[in-house]
Structures are given as C-alpha cells and as structure tokens.
C-alpha cells in the first residue's frame, strides 16, 4: 500500500465550495443565539405530489417539506488535499467517520481521494433513501396520486445518499446543490463504472448513477416565471448538460455560465422524486394556510350549485381528509370546465369509466372532484382558486396552473412529463389545466 503523492487543494472555491471570512456577523450571531432569537432559516425543500402532507403523516425525517436553518454549530466541509493511491485499499484508511473524503476509483490499482476538512462557514444537508442517521432529509419514490414507499423500496432509483446542499452560515446564506451524499464512514465513493473525469485543473469530479438534475425557472417564481433548462450537476457542483440516458457513461458538457447555487423555485430531481426549493423571501411572496382557507371559506359563501340537480356545492376542509369526495364536493367535467355535483348519467362507457358527457356542452371527458391545492409553497402567487389540473383535479390560481402545466419534469431514464405539483398526476389535455365555470345561485 503506497501514497504516491498529495497535493493540497489551495483554494477550495475551485471544487464548488466558497471559503468566506466573516468575523463581526459571527458574533453578532452568537449574541443573537444567547438572546433566544429565532435561527436563520436557509430556506426549504418541497417534495412535490403530497399536497401538503405524506399519506400516512409526516414524521421526523419522513415528511413532505423540510425547512433548512443555521445549525447551533456548522458541519459544513471543504476540499482539502488531493491523495493520488496505487492501491484503493488506502481507502479504508482514510475513510474514517471524522475525516470526509471523495474517493474515484480509477481502475484497479489507482484511485484518487479528496480529503475534505472542517468549514466554520458553511453548513451542510444530506438528502437521500436511506434512514441513516447522516441524512437530514429522508426521500422516497413518489407514485402519481401522492403515493411513497414505505421504508428503502428495493426498486427505487433514488440513491441512498442521493445529494447535499451546503447553506453559507451568513448573509446573503448563498445555498449551493452538489450531487452525492456522504455515508456512515464519511465517504463518497465512485466506483470504476461511475462517469469521473480530471478537470481542467488537474482535479477530479463525477457524476452519480442515476444524476441529481436542477432547473432554475427563468424570472425568479413568480407570477412572470418560466421553466429553465434542466442540467445535471456533478459531485462538485459543477454544472452540465443532460447525459443521453439518465445513467450513461458519457457526461454531457460543462455549462461554464451557469452555477449550482439554488434560487427560489429551484427544481431539483433526484430520479424518483422532485424538490422545489424555496428561500424565505420567496416564502413571504406565497400564500399562507390561512389564506388558503379564506379563499375556501369565500369559494363556499359563493353558493355555487350544481347547474343540473341544483345542489349547493362546498369544498371540503382539508382536514377532513382527502381520499372520498363529500356528498357537497364539486366535480368537474376536465375537458370543458363546467362544475357540477356528483352525478351517474351521462357515461360513456365505450370511452373508459371515467369518460362522461357533459350535459350543458356535450364535451365528453374525465369527470373528478375538485381537490384545493394545500401546500401553499408550490403557488406562484396568491391568487383565487379559479383553474384544474387535468385529469386530477387539484385547484390553484391561474398563473400558478399555467406554470406548472408548462413545466416538465423528470420522468424514467430520457422522458419529461408536466404534472400536477400536488399529487404528481401526469397532465393531459391540450393545456393540461382548465379554467373553472361556476354556476351561482339561482335565488
């Protein structure tokens, strides 16, 4: 077992990570902390289809969102020395749970391992499958309905420590996504078949089996946002376009103009489940649960009826639960827009189950209940709930409809599909949403 050489990193910037020097605000930081404030929230992460909640609850490190705040101490980490091994046996050696380190196996007889060392600057956030103590956020497959495995699911694409996001501990909290999480040894290991490559600096970075893929929407998210362009980013943050398959061997190319810091509404993929990231600005922009619930109140107060058995119609509050349709719950005809209430007739059997006709204006399509739209950080902007997602459903203001229906997300090894953010229903349909028509009371 022979070092061959060592070579210190100099500036750690170079891999992805910033080193920054901020004596004063650390201690007006500390001062801050001894008075009992509030920690500095960095931000937080919304796994998209739950609407709100997982299905059975959300639970420790098991939940649908995850704000991510200043540690009492920072955990965060930075390059240090590169090792060039003519054994990967080393490897154990280095390796141990006080020292993070990166390995590349090369071949057989050499390997490349980045040490890593303390960062007082920076603290980090593992996300992955696995239920091992190092991971802050545990993430499953998600199904369309909102649907996640329950416990390591043996098919899952999702990596076990699948990415990390370092958050800068002080002003502006700059958040940067790097692919790869550290295991129970402290170690990334890419093994032989892993894409890996020595930059043009003579280091070394990779890219993950299945990738960590991150699109930023153009013009912020807000009521003027559009989608971006989905890249992957490596183990060292750097950024790239899209490999042929979701885990070829041939990375794609370095996309110099563009960095791995996230903004608010950064989608972040990790083959098998969406994140969006919000910052707290963006946050203060959304609506909040209680407005949420006004504009349900004033949907109701409305009166609409069902323009064929004149019911009143109401939507249900959320915390009755969302799997059976209230006998008041208002359905809607997907392709045209008309409410009604629940009805039998107008089935087209030859078409499927669900295809029903439409009794004011003959379209023939899906007929679901309308489901509110719960997790608020997922609306562009708060707006009433005057727009569908078809075919399931789910209701939000327009411009928060018409982004997401213009989004495509990730979906298997090379295919993007849009789909409702708060179930993860694919979208179908010219626009892949509709415009709801209420009928008021006739008194």
């Not at 045209?336 to 030859?350: D, L, N």
């Amino acid at each position: 077992m022979v070092l061959e050489g060592s070579t210190d990193v100099g500036t750690p910037g170079s891999l992805g990570l910033r080193q920054t020097s901020t004596k004063t605000p650390r201690i007006l930081s500390s001062f801050s902390l001894l008075l009992g404030k509030e920690p500095v929230k960095y931000g937080e992460l919304i796994v998209l289809g739950y609407n709100g909640s997982l299905a059975s609850g959300d639970k420790g490190r098991r939940r649908s969102r995850l704000a991510l705040s200043r540690r009492p101490q920072a955990n965060g980490v930075k390059p240090d020395v590169v090792h060039h091994i003519s054994t990967p046996l080393v490897s154990k050696a280095l390796s141990n749970r006080g020292q993070h380190s990166i390995s590349y196996t090369l071949s057989r007889s050499h390997s490349v391992i980045v040490e890593y060392t303390h960062d007082n600057d920076t603290d980090m956030f593992q996300i992955g499958r696995s239920t091992e103590n190092m991971i802050d956020f545990v993430v499953t497959d998600t199904a369309p309905g909102g649907v996640a495995g329950e416990g390591p699911a043996a098919q899952s694409t999702i990596s076990r420590y699948a990415c990390r996001v370092i958050c800068e501990r002080w002003p502006p909290y700059t958040a940067r996504i790097y692919a790869a999480g550290f295991d129970a040894s402290s170690n990334i290991f890419l093994g032989e078949r892993a894409a890996k490559w020595r930059t043009p600096d003579g280091l070394m970075d990779g890219l993950t089996t299945n990738g960590v893929l991150v699109m930023h929407p153009a013009g912020g998210f807000s009521e003027g946002s559009l989608p971006g362009v989905w890249r992957e980013i490596s183990v060292c943050g750097n950024v790239y376009t899209l490999r042929d398959s979701r885990s070829a061997q041939q990375r794609g190319k370095l996309v110099e103009n563009e960095s791995n810091v996230l903004r608010d509404g950064s989608l972040i993929d990790l083959c098998g489940a969406t994140l969006l990231w919000r910052t707290p600005a963006g946050l203060l922009r959304a609506p909040t649960l209680k407005q949420l619930e006004a504009q349900r109140q004033e949907a109701n107060a409305a009166r609409p009826q069902c323009p064929v058995g004149l019911s009143t119609l109401a939507f249900p509050s959320p915390a009755r639960g969302r799997d059976v349709p209230d006998k008041q719950q208002p359905w809607v005809y997907v392709r045209c827009g008309h409410v009604h209430g629940y009805h039998s007739w107008g089935c087209r059997r030859e078409r499927g189950p669900q295809e029903r006709e439409c009794p004011l204006c003959r379209l023939v399509g899906p007929y679901v209940p309308l489901w509110l739209g719960q997790e608020a950080g997922l609306c562009l902007d708060p707006g009433p709930p005057s727009h569908a997602f078809a075919p399931c459903g789910h209701v939000c203001s327009e411009k928060t409809a018409r982004y997401w229906a213009q989004t495509p997300l990730p979906h298997g090894t090379h295919a993007f599909h849009a789909a409702c953010p708060f179930c993860g229903a694919w979208l179908t349909g010219e626009n892949g949403c509709v415009r709801l028509i209420f009928q008021g009371p006739l008194d």
